[in-house]
């Protein structure tokens, strides 16, 4: 059951209204991982995915941006742009929304442990920020393939491998893992 009254587009003209080229920047990307987040579930109603959640989470898993430093997003902030899932957690905690602050706390990468977070002195709490839910891997999964960078464009698996492998072999192993179980 999902806990939004308000459409996920409508809670981020909350936060965006001054920010117009963030705000539909942050929708277009965010519309890309819904589709193939939705459409991979489409395929397995044997998971009984809560389709209407799924949506949502998409939607609202980097809300986080608007408080991070990255000019090359239009993002203006003060934060490292790695702590956007954090941040964006603590937005939709203070909405109420807590199962979709889970997806946006656990969706960098294909999650961080605890021990990469001490290993690279990451600018996050020490504990493991993963995907557990099938949800939650999937929205995760499905961010892989879109650059807020260059929206509009859509990564193969080898790109996505690749970006992946710049921080190490497990996030690549994950991936592989999550491509066998969602393609």
């Not at 941006?65 to 905690?93: F, K, S, V």
């Not at 997806?103 to 961080?112: D, F, K, S």
């Not at 290993?119 to 995907?131: A, F, G, K, T, Y």
């Amino acid at each position: 059951m999902s806990e939004l009254d308000i459409t996920p587009e409508e809670l981020i003209a909350r936060y965006y209204a001054q920010q117009p080229e963030l705000q539909q920047m942050l929708l277009e990307h965010s519309r890309a991982v819904a589709t193939r987040a939705l459409h991979i579930a489409s395929r397995h109603p044997e998971w009984n995915i809560d389709q209407k959640f799924v949506y949502e989470a998409a939607m609202l898993h980097d809300i986080g941006i608007l408080y991070t430093d990255a000019q090359g997003i239009h993002c203006y902030g003060r934060h490292p742009y790695l702590m956007h899932g954090l941040l964006g957690g603590n937005i939709l905690r203070h909405e109420g929304l807590y199962r979709h602050a889970r997806v946006a706390e656990r969706h960098t990468g294909t999650g961080l442990k605890a021990e990469t977070i001490i290993e690279r002195s990451l600018p996050l709490p020490v504990m493991d920020w993963e995907p557990v839910t099938l949800e939650e891997k999937l929205v995760c999964y499905a961010d892989k393939f879109y650059s807020k960078s260059r929206i509009g464009e859509e990564k193969t698996h080898e790109q996505v491998l690749r970006s992946l492998a710049k921080f190490g072999t497990s996030g690549v192993e994950i991936f592989k893992q999550w491509t066998e179980l969602f393609e």
